[in-house]
């Protein structure tokens, strides 16, 4: 039902900037949490930024506040998450998640997004 593509990404050198993007279809994108998560090779996918279904309010992780930014436009059924000034700490797959209809905004945790874009690589070089 609820599908999700991303797309962007892609190798940048150290300071640089990417914009990924995320088109979701199959339900009330407006209604929907929408959040960014990221896992690198071997480690836990940790959680980096989420926008409300309500007033677009965003909450982000200590590790890229004041970098990265997350935005979206229901028209276009897309959220975005803009990194600044990349870190080659931020090399990771980037993963765009939907939450529930009405659901919490502003969760961190993986089990509050059941629904996962299929990745996007994100390879920052020294």
């Known amino acids: 039902q609820v599908q999700v593509r991303q797309s962007g990404g892609g190798l940048v050198r150290s300071g640089e900037s990417l914009k990924l993007s995320c088109v979701v279809h199959?339900?009330?994108?407006?209604?929907?949490?929408m959040a960014w998560f990221r896992q690198a090779p071997g480690k836990d996918r940790l959680f980096v930024a989420s926008?409300?279904?309500?007033?677009?309010?965003?909450w982000y992780a200590d590790f890229m506040r004041e970098r990265f930014t997350i935005t979206k436009d229901d028209a276009e059924r897309t959220v975005y998450l803009q990194m600044n000034n990349l870190k080659p700490e931020d090399t990771a797959v980037y993963y765009c998640?939907?939450?529930?209809?009405?659901?919490?905004?502003?969760?961190?945790?993986?089990?509050?997004?059941?629904?996962w874009g299929q990745g996007t690589q994100v390879t920052v070089s020294s």
């Open positions: 998640a939907v939450g529930r209809q009405y659901g919490n905004s502003r969760s961190a945790e993986r089990s509050d997004y059941p629904h």
């Open positions: 199959g339900n009330t994108f407006e209604a929907y949490p």
């Open positions: 926008i409300s279904w309500s007033d677009g309010t965003a």
